[in-house]
């Protein structure tokens, strides 16, 4: 079955950088488009960022210019450098693979705080 672990989280001062690793099993990776949503407390899950089977990416306007999506077919995974973090990047990051069907992480908490 799809199986996909987030790593990579956890607490940072503002405006300092993460790298998200999401490791992917159990499909044909280089076939399904993979992403990243987030969630803070009280609040929805919101997209992040997006690469598709191609390597196209988009970004929610508050990852622009600050979050990178990559992906590496060969190890199956795939990441989401943060620079330039804000108390309110705080969240659990999610990540996904979507082809017909969409799974998702278990998530990885990023607290941005001094």
């Known amino acids: 079955q799809v199986q996909l672990v987030e790593s990579g989280g956890g607490l940072v001062q503002p405006g300092g950088s993460l790298r998200l690793s999401c490791a992917a099993s159990?499909?044909?990776?280089?076939?399904?488009?993979m992403g990243w949503y987030r969630q803070a407390p009280g609040k929805q899950r919101d997209l992040v960022a997006a690469?598709?089977?191609?390597?196209?990416?988009n970004y929610a306007d508050s990852a622009k210019g600050r979050f990178t999506i990559s992906r590496d077919n060969a190890k199956n995974t795939v990441y989401l450098q943060m620079n330039s973090l804000k108390p309110e990047d705080t969240a659990v990051y999610y990540c996904?693979?979507?082809?017909?069907?969409?799974?998702w992480g278990q998530g990885t908490q990023v607290t941005v705080s001094s």
């Open positions: 690469i598709t089977s191609g390597g196209s990416t």
């Open positions: 996904y693979a979507h082809r017909v069907a969409r799974y």
């Open positions: 159990g499909m044909l990776f280089s076939n399904y488009a």
